[in-house]
């Protein structure tokens, strides 16, 4: 199975800071790759597919990078809404497995 | 607007069984793959399996700590996707999501607590 490691697993910024999480995976999986945003008691949203193409309705501020074993997640600007937990999923092969996840919360 | 919504969830004793359901709505079911996705309290996203649609011949796949104890189906007449969980394990307590299989869509989810 491909393992998925993001970093950090926490996060503590303050709103209007640029946040940067990774994830890196076991073995290459090409652009196949996506991450969700979780808030508490809330099922997760898709924020980017195919490592850098945003979702419908995401806002600009989300982006993605990276192939083969590594990608970030950036937001630009952070927002209030924002502070939740982020997941990265590889869709390369099955088991479709997913990091561990990173939580942002307020500085 | 597309909808897929959980039932079935409940306390259920470890070695029992449970049917967790999946209603979809305002998507094109019969062509679409759908996924089952659990968390467990407090903790990360785990994938469950998949199940692709009839023309690609319904294949399914399981994550490890469920093989051959979780069975994937779905009924296209009903647009209901469905999760048999049998020989329950204390470690299976967690929220089921289905989704479809690009997870664009979850619905809210569907609390499943294995205790005695």
């Known amino acids: 199975d491909i393992q998925l490691t993001q970093s950090p697993s926490f996060l503590s910024a303050s709103v209007g800071d640029r946040v940067t999480i990774t994830c890196r995976a076991s073995?290459?999986?090409?652009?196949?790759l996506a991450w969700f945003q979780q808030k508490p008691g809330r099922a997760p949203n898709l924020l980017i597919y195919?490592?850098?193409t945003m979702h419908s309705g995401v806002p600009s501020r989300f982006s993605g990078s990276g192939s083969g074993t590594e990608f970030t997640l950036t937001i630009s600007s952070l927002q209030p809404e924002d502070f939740a937990t982020y997941y990265c999923?590889?869709?390369?092969?099955?088991?479709?497995?997913f990091g561990q996840g990173t939580k942002v919360e307020i500085k | 607007e597309v909808q897929l919504v959980e039932s079935g969830g409940g306390l259920v004793k470890p070695g029992g069984s449970l049917r967790l359901s999946c209603a979809a709505s305002?998507?094109?079911?019969?062509?679409?793959?759908m996924t089952w996705v659990r968390q467990a309290p407090g903790k990360g996203l785990e994938w469950v399996g998949r199940?692709?649609?009839?023309?690609?011949?319904?294949?399914?796949d399981y994550a490890a700590p469920v093989k051959g104890r979780f069975t994937i189906s779905r009924d296209d007449s009903k647009n209901m996707l469905y999760l048999q969980m049998n020989s329950l394990k204390t470690e299976d307590t967690a929220v089921y999501y289905c989704?479809?299989?690009?997870?664009?869509?979850w619905g809210q989810g569907t609390l499943v607590t294995v205790s005695s």
């Open positions: 305002g998507l094109t079911f019969t062509n679409t793959w």
């Open positions: 195919d490592a850098s």
């Open positions: 989704s479809t299989d690009l997870m664009e869509f």
């Open positions: 999923q590889q869709l390369n092969s099955y088991p479709r497995t």
């Open positions: 199940i692709k649609r009839k023309i690609d011949g319904e294949t399914v």
């Open positions: 073995q290459g999986i090409s652009s196949y």
